[in-house]
């Protein structure tokens, strides 16, 4: 069994049962590994919980980066930065559910060093926000609650969308960009 393998069940584990919920005896269970051979690859369930969530904000601000580096005006840049963390949410469904849902779990001292990959994630989207606002495209009195405002409606998709659902997460995040793009009034 590879490290990539126990991470990918442990997300699929704490997910449906939660982190506190979750034993290592489970984690070894569905990698059909002896609990002992678990701690050859992780010494302990916060370890595993801290390499799923560098792992999550690793690949979504590896993304979000791309996207944001490229030549185009800040409202593509939003509408391509919501597509590309909306399809990053439901491609990892398990992974995402972790990021969003156990970061509460982590002792104190390991949250700190997680806070600043945290804090990078957040900024990239205060960032986009800032730059709309100075080429006069944007209308935010507040760039990181702006930003906070976007992921928020982002990331609770991760408690209801369905790959077999009406909309793919394209149409949802296209839906969503025009939304904070054009806001609810009737021009």
Do not use: C
Request: charged share 20%; proline share 3%; hydrophobic share 45%.
């Amino acid at each position: 069994m590879t490290r990539e393998g126990i991470l990918e069940a442990a997300a699929r584990i704490f997910g449906e049962k939660g982190y506190h919920a979750t034993s290592m005896h489970d984690i070894a269970e569905s990698v059909h590994l002896q609990k002992a051979s678990l701690y050859h690859h992780f010494n302990s369930k916060q370890e595993i919980l801290i390499a799923l969530l560098d792992q999550a904000l690793d690949l979504i601000n590896s993304r979000l980066e791309a996207v944001l580096s490229q030549p185009l005006s800040p409202d593509e840049k939003l509408r391509l930065a919501m597509d590309s963390y909306l399809q990053t949410i439901a491609e990892n469904q398990n992974l995402s559910a972790v990021l969003l849902f156990e970061v509460r779990s982590l002792d104190p001292n390991i949250k700190l060093r997680h806070t600043a990959r945290r804090e990078k994630f957040e900024r990239l989207w205060k960032d986009l926000i800032v730059e709309g606002n100075q080429a006069g495209v944007f209308n935010s009195i507040d760039p990181s609650l702006t930003g906070r405002a976007i992921l928020g409606v982002m990331n609770w998709t991760v408690m209801w969308y369905h790959s077999d659902g009406p909309r793919s997460a394209s149409e949802i995040a296209n839906l969503f960009t025009d939304l904070f793009l054009k806001g609810l009034m009737i021009q």
